[in-house]
């Protein structure tokens, strides 16, 4: 008896050495990394970038988690960058962090490569109504914005503003092309891309938390009916039997994570070249999600090619910092400036996506809940919020792993599909259209 109160008192005294360690680490992380970075007596290395940019997004996990998901983790970190950038973040932490200007549009198209081998062929042909629903939450915001925004505000603005809202960093960069020398709709465009996820976050997540709480309660009961879209019942069963066996498998005692990402590489320089071809109409992002779907059905690719090759948190991390550190051109002065304009487009951006997505989506069969949030996919800026708020949503409703299963595999591909057709080709042809009809 005495043996083990010895053995109990020798772990609570390591415990404590242990609190201690880290709580002496977290202050000289502080001291060293924060205050005499700010005080400018000190300048930031890479590793000291990097784990700046990591403590942002595990706080913003770490709330999220507390919250029950009700304060999105990706709201959370964009508050937190911002403020790091107006305090003491360099304007190039992501570089000063060692990761290269044009890598995370890379690991970009890697993930949604990967995201293209989750769906089967059928699977992506189901979403037909999501595809429905999403434009019709786009056709929302551009009838909103165009009609009483330019009342409002002004046609330019409301030309200039109306395509980023769609969800896209591409259209974004367009509409800036399109605001010439005028300063305010140059910041403006980028600015209403960048913060209308202070918005769609939050009202994504409780659009998905009710979506998956309804869900989870007639799981329960026992009255739940999967919709056609609903890939419950045949992705885990189709997930290693495919359609067709195009391709021969790479022998098993040859397959490693070099071979894995190798396969996905080459399904990017494939997007990059269809991209062309198209002459820029479709998206590489959406050619790789084709292809990615394809390439799985065909054989060519293992599903879940990230998560098999080892690389996945690494990929995600990296994507979620570039998102981030795009906020460094906010500042405190531009965001009064814009504090009026960007509450009027934003609060019409939503009646128009409400008043269109979630009768349509009802007509549909959908509940208000997820017809809500799909038409929201612009706002949310479409991948990674899409994949980030579905699976919070999943894991906070759910209190055992099929539980989860139910919830995510019954509204990610909505959402993920949602995002693609927003974010990557749609609001570039919205973008398109704008400058052809406002701005020659």
């Excluded at 995201?115 to 992506?124: A, D, S, V």
């Excluded at 939050?202 to 998905?208: D, V, Y």
């Excluded at 007509?363 to 038409?375: Q, R, V």
Aim: charged share 15%.
């Amino acid at each position: 008896m005495e043996n083990m109160e010895v053995i109990q008192e020798k772990k609570n005294n390591y415990k404590s050495i242990g609190w201690l360690i880290i709580i002496l680490s977290v202050v000289s992380i502080f001291y060293f990394e924060i205050y005499k970075v700010w005080k400018g007596e000190n300048s930031l290395t890479t590793q000291s970038a990097f784990l700046l940019m990591l403590i942002c997004l595990i706080v913003g996990e770490i709330i999220s988690v507390k919250t029950k998901a009700f304060v999105p983790s990706m709201f959370v970190s964009a508050v937190l960058f911002v403020l790091g950038f107006w305090t003491f973040f360099p304007k190039n932490i992501l570089q000063l962090g060692g990761v290269a200007p044009n890598l995370p549009t890379f690991l970009v198209m890697l993930m949604v490569v990967h995201l293209g081998t989750m769906l089967n062929i059928q699977e992506l042909i189901n979403q037909w109504r999501t595809v429905l629903v999403t434009l019709g939450g786009m056709l929302g915001i551009l009838i909103a914005i165009l009609t009483v925004g330019s009342l409002i505000l002004g046609v330019d603005t409301a030309a200039i503003a109306a395509p980023p809202l769609t969800g896209g960093f591409v259209a974004a960069l367009m509409m800036q092309g399109a605001a010439g020398d005028n300063q305010h709709l140059f910041i403006l465009a980028m600015a209403v891309y960048v913060l209308q996820g202070f918005i769609g976050y939050p009202l994504t997540s409780l659009c998905l938390k009710k979506e998956g709480k309804d869900l989870i309660k007639k799981y329960r009961e026992g009255t739940l009916k999967l919709d056609n879209d609903s890939t419950s019942n045949s992705k885990n069963k189709n997930i290693k039997k495919y359609k067709w066996d195009l391709f021969e498998k790479i022998p098993t005692k040859y397959q490693s994570d070099f071979t894995n990402i190798f396969t996905m590489v080459v399904l990017v320089v494939l997007s990059g070249y269809l991209e062309i071809i198209s002459a820029g109409y479709i998206s590489k992002f959406v050619w790789a999600l084709i292809l990615g779907v394809f390439a799985a059905a065909l054989g060519f690719i293992e599903p879940q090619i990230l998560i098999k090759s080892r690389s996945m948190g690494f990929v995600y991390t990296i994507i979620m910092m570039f998102v981030f550190s795009q906020l460094n051109s906010i500042t405190p002065e531009t965001l009064v400036l814009l504090l009026k304009d960007f509450a009027i487009l934003i609060v019409l951006a939503t009646l128009g996506i409400a008043i269109v997505s979630i009768p349509l989506g009802r007509f549909l069969g959908w509940s208000t809940a997820m017809s809500f949030a799909i038409g929201l996919g612009s706002l949310a800026g479409g991948f990674p919020a899409s994949y980030v708020l579905s699976v919070e949503a999943a894991k906070v409703v759910s209190e055992t792993e099929e539980e989860y299963k139910i919830v995510e595999e019954n509204i990610l591909p909505k959402t993920l599909v949602s995002g693609f057709v927003s974010a990557t080709s749609g609001s570039v042809f919205i973008a398109g259209a704008v400058l052809a009809f406002f701005f020659k």
